[in-house]
Structures are given as structure tokens and as C-alpha cells.
């Protein structure tokens, strides 16, 4: 299964590139402080590397929290 990452804005948006903002806003985030749980997958991967000034990431260990009957 594909695990998570937690992405944080930690910089403004103001002054940088259309597309920039676009894709922290594709991230989820809407300003300084905000966070956002999304599942890690190449194309997220891709779009926090685009924006790796603007965002500090964590990865979230995927638990197994269901019980089996």
C-alpha cells in the first residue's frame, strides 16, 4: 500500500510563479501554516519537488490498524 506524506506550507506564495502557486494549491495548502495529508505516489512526489522551497514534508509510516477476522 502507499503510505502518506504530510505537507506543510512554510513560505508565501507572493512573487513566485503562477504554476508554483497553482501547485501548492493542487497540494491542498492555503497559506503559511497549513497542512495537508496525501497519499505518496510518484505524481505528488513530483509536485512537492516542484515546490520543495515552499513546503517542508513528512512521511507518515502506513500502520496496520485493522483487525482481521
Not at 18 to 34: D, P
Amino acid at each position: 500500500m502507499a503510505g502518506k506524506l504530510k505537507v506543510t506550507q512554510i513560505k508565501s506564495t507572493i512573487s513566485h510563479i503562477a504554476r508554483n502557486r497553482a501547485t501548492v494549491r493542487a497540494l491542498g495548502l492555503h497559506g503559511i501554516g497549513s497542512t495537508s495529508v496525501v497519499t505518496d505516489n510518484p505524481a505528488t512526489r513530483g509536485m512537492v519537488r516542484q515546490v520543495h522551497f515552499l513546503v517542508s514534508v513528512e512521511e507518515i509510516a502506513e500502520t496496520d490498524s485493522g483487525e482481521k477476522s
